[in-house]
């Protein structure tokens, strides 16, 4: 069975940091793309950054370039979203999803073949 499990979120003041981590299990992260998306109250589910199954490209949303980070590591089938200088806007759901081949197109929710539970992120003072 192909399974995406979070864990990492939590509550943080703006300007915080939190490290999300996505545990896979039932195939090895070299087998598809993976990523992490989040869903905020009343908004749609977006990709905020996507990496493919050679760990070679990397996506990442617009508003969250330079300030997070997604990275792997192969010997614990984990990946990884490093969030610095968080902002109020980036509280939401955060999901890691499974894409059904080795490359993620647009980073979009049409792809996903497996989606974890979530893990809550809350950024506010």
């Known amino acids: 069975q192909l399974q995406v499990v979070e864990s990492g979120g939590g509550l943080v003041q703006p300007g915080g940091s939190l490290k999300l981590a996505c545990a896979a299990s039932g195939f090895s992260l070299d087998d598809y793309a993976i990523g992490w998306f989040r869903q905020a109250p009343g908004k749609e589910r977006e990709g905020v950054s996507c990496?493919?199954?050679?760990?070679?490209?990397?996506n990442y949303k617009d508003s969250v370039k330079g300030r997070f980070t997604i990275s792997r590591d192969m010997a614990k089938n984990t990946v990884y979203l490093q969030m610095n200088s968080l902002k109020p806007e980036d509280s939401a759901v955060y999901y890691c999803?499974?894409?059904?081949?080795?490359?993620?197109?647009?980073?979009?929710?049409?792809?996903?073949?497996?989606w974890g539970r979530g893990a809550q992120v809350t950024v506010s003072s």
């Open positions: 990496m493919s199954d050679t760990g070679n490209v990397i």
């Open positions: 999803a499974r894409f059904r081949s080795q490359t993620f197109g647009f980073c979009t929710p049409s792809r996903v073949g497996t």
